[in-house]
């Protein structure tokens, strides 16, 4: 087979592929163009769906002439000189690809005016070629415009969605952009319509609520942490805030939106674990601003994900911050200020250089005491793997409970399910079920912790019958039900016989329970031993009081005051929240006696 050499045409072309897909990832590099510029302002105008015309607009520092001649080559980069710059990039750009592949494949135009100069320049091309350079009229800042894209690559344009798919996804990336970059003000237009138009502001919390919402950013919670290496703002959703869907899940690392990678996935859902339901999601919006050397973003075609050098300690961290907020006690949610807050100052990349002097030794947490994150130096992995427990205890542990008044009035029980109470100056209802099961929950986990599980012996023995591959699970984990206080032994084929199990699980149909976590593990066979430990645990609680059972008053007592020195009081094991409150100042305004 005869090799031939492409034409540099072609390879632009190829390599346009990689770069540019649809007409957002031209939207995309052409603001990042413009913030590297650094712009402060930057309006984006689109024409069918960024198919017809993309133009991008800026304020930023402008090119002179020979830097315009320069910018649509292929590797020409203001941004890089060579390799080890690659591991502090502190720029959005840095492979100095986009404008060449952008022009390879578009009727291409670029007016620029440098910073103090008198007047600009302006470049014109056609899939590349015809490139001509004029003088031209027009205010500092650069103005690039894309026409007819993919007109000479129809296998691209067949490729394309419809036009309001392509629109909507040229918004949703601007606005991950926007939600980025707080202190740039943003302009979009589709059809000399405007799609969105966002004030530049010092509050983060102001550009998440021009973007996503008044409704969704007032009930945000914000949590930040500070080290020399690592600043971490975070805004998240509350116990009673969750969502059905991940649409509000953003990443922003110094200033770059980027994918969740898997790790930090785990840990933002391990976080929320016990306080929102199995089936509802968190909205977060991590702002990380960190040393670059400290990750590398040139691992995906379109600088979508950033690998951190460091994972392990970002995670214990993210992990630590949210879940002390979400199951520190105040009851309700505190709620957060809007206004601009002097102290906070907002880091674009280019302040990074002076990051590592500006940050005090240690974190500090601004707005929770009671969040309290560990320097990275004293963090050690190991700690997570000593013990297969280590995870569920470690966790537990880390939040002190708070004391409430002693004088827990129980009022009685409502509707078979519900009991009443009075606290302080707060009207508790409780659902007894979802209440009873933490209490058990946490007395489960401590009693096994401080190994001092309390037992029951059957004076006869259970036996019962199971399926073939539920008896292969059950004899692959019949030594951590043991562990776990449920003694379990094989009794012939398939057949197995109960003789003990905790105390704490009262009188309960102990078969019906091992079956239901048998096909839990089923269902989830690459759980890992933690994980099978905690389902066995969660599901041996769920065979507390049932809903509709009546308690004796005394009982109720006892377990509401239990529940109240739990760890997590208001949540069930299982995420559903354990109480409703009225406060009397509440009561007190909704019969006017305010
Ligand atoms: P990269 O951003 O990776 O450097 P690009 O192909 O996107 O590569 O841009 C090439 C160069 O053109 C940039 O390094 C920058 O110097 C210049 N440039 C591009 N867009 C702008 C702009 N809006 N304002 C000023 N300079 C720009
Ligand atoms: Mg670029």
Request: glycine share 4%; aromatic share 8%.
């Amino acid at each position: 087979m005869p090799i031939n050499i492409l034409s540099q045409e072609t390879i632009n072309k190829i390599a346009a592929g990689e770069v540019v897909e649809r007409p957002l990832n031209v939207v995309k590099e052409l603001v990042e163009n413009s913030l590297d510029a650094f712009a402060s302002s930057v309006t984006v105008e689109i024409e069918k769906a960024g198919k017809n015309l993309i133009r991008v607009s800026d304020n930023g520092c402008g090119m002179d002439k020979k830097d315009l001649e320069l910018s649509i080559l292929r590797h020409a980069t203001s941004k890089i000189e060579n390799f080890e710059d690659l591991s502090h990039i502190h720029t959005m750009g840095f492979r100095g690809e986009a404008l060449s592949s952008i022009a390879a494949v578009s009727n291409f135009d670029v007016k620029t005016r440098k910073k103090g100069e008198s007047s600009g320049w302006k470049l014109s091309s056609n899939g590349g070629k015809n490139v001509s350079v004029v003088p031209c009229s027009g205010s500092e800042g650069t103005i690039t415009e894309v026409r007819d894209l993919f007109f000479n690559v129809p296998a691209r344009q067949k490729f394309l969605k419809s036009d309001s798919t392509e629109r909507s996804r040229i918004i949703s990336s601007f606005e991950e952009i926007a939600l980025a970059n707080p202190e740039i003000s943003f302009k979009m237009f589709s059809e000399n319509k405007t799609v969105f138009s966002a004030s530049k502001t010092n509050n983060k919390l102001e550009r998440i609520s021009d973007i996503l919402g008044k409704d969704f950013a007032k009930n945000l919670k914000r949590a930040e942490v500070e080290h020399p290496k690592v600043a971490l703002d975070i805004y998240f959703t509350g116990r009673d805030n969750s969502l059905a869907n991940k649409k509000y899940q953003y990443l922003f690392v110094n200033s770059r939106p980027v994918n969740y990678p898997k790790w930090l996935t785990h840990c933002v859902y391990q976080a929320y674990r016990e306080s929102i339901p199995h089936d509802m999601h968190p909205g977060i919006l991590i702002y990380i601003t960190i040393d670059p050397s400290e990750i590398d973003v040139n691992i995906h075609p379109t600088k979508k994900e950033v690998k951190f050098a460091d994972e392990q300690s970002m995670y214990d961290i993210v992990y630590k911050i949210i879940k002390n907020t979400l199951v520190s006690h105040s009851y309700p949610e505190i709620k957060i200020n809007i206004e601009p807050k002097e102290d906070v100052a907002l880091k674009t990349p280019y302040t990074l250089n002076n990051f590592t002097h500006q940050h005090k030794e240690n974190y500090s947490l601004r707005k929770d005491d009671n969040v309290v994150a560990e320097p990275i130096s004293k963090y050690n992995p190991k700690n997570y793997s000593i013990d297969k427990y280590a995870n569920v205890f470690a966790r537990q542990q880390e939040f002190s409970p708070e004391s409430f008044d002693e004088n827990i009035k129980v009022l009685g029980q409502t509707f078979g399910t519900y009991i009443v109470v009075e606290n302080k100056d707060n009207l508790y209802i409780f659902d007894q079920h979802a209440a009873a099961e933490r209490v058990r929950y946490e007395a489960y986990l401590s009693q096994i912790k401080t190994q001092s599980l309390k037992m029951q012996q059957l004076l006869i023995p259970e036996t019962f019958d199971i399926s073939p591959s539920g008896a292969a699970v059950l004899k692959a984990n019949i030594a951590l039900f043991n562990e776990l206080g449920i003694i379990i032994e094989e009794f012939g084929h398939n057949s197995f016989r109960i003789t003990a199990y905790p105390a704490l699980l009262g009188t309960v149909a102990i078969e019906q329970i091992i079956k239901t976590i048998v096909s839990d593990i089923e269902d989830d066979k690459n759980a890992e031993m933690k994980e099978k430990t905690d389902k066995i645990i969660r599901c041996a609680c769920r065979s507390s009081i049932k809903a509709g059972d009546s308690v004796s008053f005394i009982e109720t007592k006892k377990m509401i005051s239990d529940l109240f020195k739990c760890n997590h009081p208001f949540t069930c094991p299982h995420g559903r929240p354990t109480a409703y409150r009225i406060s009397l100042n509440e009561l007190e305004k909704f019969f006017k006696r305010k």
